[in-house]
DNA sequence: ATAATATTCCATCAAAAGATGGAATGTTTT
DNA sequence: AAAACATTCCATCTTTTGATGGAATATTAT
């Protein structure tokens, strides 16, 4: 059985494909109830009947987009993982911060999805929970700061949020931020994984 | 002049106090699109006129909010920075950390409603956004990150937001992040100020 | 070419949401 | 007590929003 989600990957072209990736922006900027489906219609350049032949209703467009997005991190992921299988824990991080942080800038609605289906009261992805929790897991393993699976600590697992958080927040951030920082999008990039470097790297590599 | 806000402030049992309290979990809980006027009164225990009588429309209502936390925010900095004058680094932060988690794990919806205008496109905040480059500035200085206040660099502000970033992010994220470490609140509190002082105190701590 | 299928839009509905006028009630001032 | 003012709620309005039926159009299969 094929899924819509699958449907709009393989043609990107198509309106499902048209519709997921005005609907990702959107959502990414506004959140859910920020956005409505004519603003998504509207933007696509259809009607709203169009938008829910393709994807039912509005609840289901952003547990399409939220899914999307997911699996797309969950690639980055392991192309990272592939990059630094061996590498040491400085050279995991250091690579870990530049891909991410380049996957980041360049889809910051991504960032913005996951900070809203994080942190908001309205969260019914529990599935997401249990995906997230398993890679979270398998990343303090592999950045040994646990034995094996069956005896990862609270303490580890929340080293890795830390990780992931840093990141996170200067992508989703970036408006506000670039701001107060006063300086151009190209500068930003490189003194936000200048900082996380800066951050990060100690903490983990320390004797 | 004296504000609707200040009125609220002054007299905590009035109705005036009790809609804003309603409204600044409300919308830590659900953001500004989540929320209805009705949800508010609702909760409150009122007709929605009574609370237009009261705060005027919606956004004004949610403005009077962001308001109040950030002044109660600007407040707990003023408090630290009483704390810690003329102390080392490293106190300096143990403190920070110690003291803006404390407040954010009793106040959970300030660090979400902070999250929401700080992260959401929609920011009509350019007063906030000032102020918060100020305060940056300003702990950049008093961590001597920077000479002078004429020059902060991009550099020094980013790593005073980095540390602001990964406090609000745990507090924030507690449901789900609560749910990855299983762990119960006492614990989660612990874990995360353990794993702040982890991540920061080395980075600002080195030879 | 024709039938079957898929796609798109127009018109429309019902519910939700922001907002207000004005009556009723309570409080303060004179 | 009476007048002035403040507070509260009920009823109601308008706009927005999510959603659908069905006709029109395009596409594909036979």
New interface residues.
Partial sequence: MITPLEKARQNPGSMKARILNSARRLFG??????VTTRMVAKDVGIDISTLHYHWGDKQNLYESVVADVNDEICEKLIEIEKKVHGKSLRVRLEVAIEVMADYLFDNPEAS?LI?FS??????PDSIM?SK??EY?TNIAIAMGLAPDKMDVS??A???V???W??V???T??E???R?????DRK?YIE??K???R??????FT?E
């Fill in positions: 900027d506004y959140g859910f109830h920020g913005n900070l994080y942190f908001g009261k309205t969260r929970d997230m929790s979270v609270p303490q697992n929340a080293r949020l830390a990780v958080n840093s996170i927040n200067f989703s951030g408006n506000l931020f701001s107060i920082l006063d300086v500068q003194v936000v200048e900082t996380l800066f951050i990060l790297i100690p903490a320390k």
